[in-house]
């Protein structure tokens, strides 16, 4: 059994291709021992928000989840395809998000830097490379394309 948290869907517009993913929480267990007692984790989707469209030449986006199961180590990110197509896989290190460079004339003595949110800094994080995020999106036309994340232990 795997705990995890899956997206969908792809949304054909007149005129307009977009990735659709939408989030549907599906939990079993995978970070966590499975007792007969016992909830497995959640994990928790902040981006992309619930049906997020992208446009066909939008850059593949930032996902952003957190796992409320403190064991997980990695993270396998699966997309499905409803008409069939072979599906798209990945491993995520799931780093934590941080700020990016700061310009050094951007910073005064009467402003302060950049800093992340308490729920932001708990957050893992995955961008799809450009050749997978080629594939979904080429993939997902005109259909449902799902996406699931599933958090892994050192162990397993």
Sequence with gaps: MERCNVFGGFLTLPGVRALTLGAVIVLAAAAQPATQHAKPAAITVDYPVDRS??????????FLWRDAAVSATSWRIDV???D???PVSAQAAGE???TGEIDPRAVAATNALPKVTRQQAAARTWRPEPATWAAIKRQSAGGL???????????G
């Design 84 to 86: 069939g197509s072979a």
């Design 53 to 62: 469209i992208f446009p066909p030449e939008f850059p593949a986006p930032l």
């Design 145 to 155: 394309a799902t996406v699931r994340i599933t958090g892994n232990t050192a162990s």
């Design 80 to 82: 499905t395809f409803s």
């Design 96 to 98: 934590r998000m941080r």
